[in-house]
């Protein structure tokens, strides 16, 4: 009989054996989605600290510092750490693709159509549905303009429309999007969207990822007032859907360049 742990070459069969790749390499879209939600705590959090209104956060700004600047740290450090592995255990082609750096999928049709459409939706919402939120509460509404028109920045902003209308929404949108992505290529591929052919617990998986950074995203914008939390909250759930829907983060970033060529315009008052 032969020792069956032997190889033919005189060595064990256990040294032969691939090694055990870590958890965060077997499970490369779970770590790119806590990878990207990383990045978009520390955004959110930096954000509320430094925008917040002081009448709303008077107290909570005494001990502020040290907690977000220790919640920074971590977040750093996990991000350095699971990004550099993804980095050296995945191709660079995959991560594109379950973070949404691809053109949009669903039916041959639609896929550049939906950037049209993403941009349609994002006048729709700054025209229609935010002013509807400011009938709807009057009171945070109110606040909200007398601190814009108190803002030191509003002349600076409005000089620099490129940055706020293009690059700072494709910013945000990488920010707070990629999760989106991740999830959605996880629990439906790259077909067409079929939700009802996929477990529940996969749909609901992509339903608080939408869920978690729609409201994340608000709480980012919390400069002026909780109406501009809302606001923007709205505008991160659309999003948030377009990028599920598309599996890409572009109509989303359109999306979002149209809702803030719309918002700089109303300020100006050209429309």
Not at 105 to 112: E, I, K, Y
Not at 142 to 148: G, K, L, N, Y
Request: with cysteine; proline share 5%.
């Amino acid at each position: 009989m032969t020792d069956d742990s032997t190889s033919p070459a005189g060595g064990n069969a256990a040294d032969e054996r691939p090694r055990r790749r870590p958890w965060w390499q077997l499970y490369e879209a779970n770590s790119l989605v806590g990878l990207a939600f990383a990045g978009m705590l520390w955004v959110v959090a930096f954000s509320a600290y430094l925008m917040a209104p002081q009448d709303d956060y008077q107290v909570g700004q005494a001990s502020a510092p040290a907690v977000i600047g220790f919640l920074i740290l971590g977040l750093i450090v996990v991000a350095l750490v699971v990004g550099i592995t993804i980095m050296f255990g995945a191709s660079v082609r995959e991560v594109r693709r379950r973070l949404g750096f691809t053109r949009p999928r669903g039916r041959a049709g639609w896929r550049w159509a939906w950037i049209l459409v993403a941009i349609g939706l994002g006048i729709v919402i700054r025209m229609e549905l935010v002013p509807a939120i400011g009938d709807l509460w009057p009171s945070i509404k109110i606040q909200s303009d007398a601190q814009r028109a108190a803002d030191d920045l509003r002349d600076l902003q409005l000089a620099a429309p490129a940055w706020m209308v293009w690059t700072h929404a494709a910013g945000e949108e990488l920010i707070f999007r990629c999760p989106v992505v991740a999830a959605a290529v996880w629990a439906f591929g790259d077909g067409p969207l079929r939700w009802r052919q996929v477990p529940r617990v996969c749909v609901a998986v992509v339903a608080a990822v939408v869920a978690v950074t729609s409201v994340l995203f608000g709480l980012a914008h919390v400069e002026f007032s909780w109406y501009n939390v809302a606001a923007a909250g709205v505008m991160g759930l659309a999003c948030a859907v377009v990028a599920v829907v598309t599996r890409s983060i572009w109509p989303a970033a359109a999306l979002h360049a149209a809702y803030n060529t719309f918002s700089i315009a109303s300020m100006t008052r050209l429309w």
